[in-house]
């Protein structure tokens, strides 16, 4: 069982900044960490990722602008969001693949105003 709290979601203008947290508990051993978001009207979609070798992969629209990295000594992964566009607001959902299986945080507000 995996618990994840995400922080760091808030209101930024247009071509600002903010950085997301997310701690994992329940389980030392996490492998793929990431996150994800979800507009209101659309699906949620992968926003980036990372394995515990620190191999990401990002979605075409946040590269360059965003970064994801993760701490497997704290449980944490967090993302960076630089350059932020109105069309990056979205509830942003942590995630974490363990054994197979996938646990989501309850998700964090990022609005960007123009």
């Known amino acids: 069982q995996v618990q994840l709290v995400e922080s760091g979601g808030g209101l930024v203008q247009a071509g600002g900044s903010l950085r997301l947290s997310c701690v994992a508990s329940?389980?030392?051993?996490?492998?793929?960490m990431g996150w994800y978001r979800q507009a209101p009207g659309k699906q949620r979609e992968v926003v980036a990722t990372?394995?515990?070798?620190?191999?990401?992969n990002y979605a075409d629209s946040v590269k360059g602008r965003y970064t994801i990295s993760r701490d497997n000594a704290k449980n944490t992964v967090d993302l960076q969001m630089n350059s932020l566009k109105p069309e990056d607001t979205a509830v942003y959902y942590c995630?974490?693949?363990?054994?197979?299986?996938?646990?989501w945080g309850q998700g964090t507000q990022v609005t960007v105003s123009s």
């Open positions: 990372i394995n515990r070798d620190s191999r990401t």
């Open positions: 329940g389980s030392i051993f996490i492998s793929t």
């Open positions: 995630k974490a693949i363990l054994f197979g299986y996938d646990y």
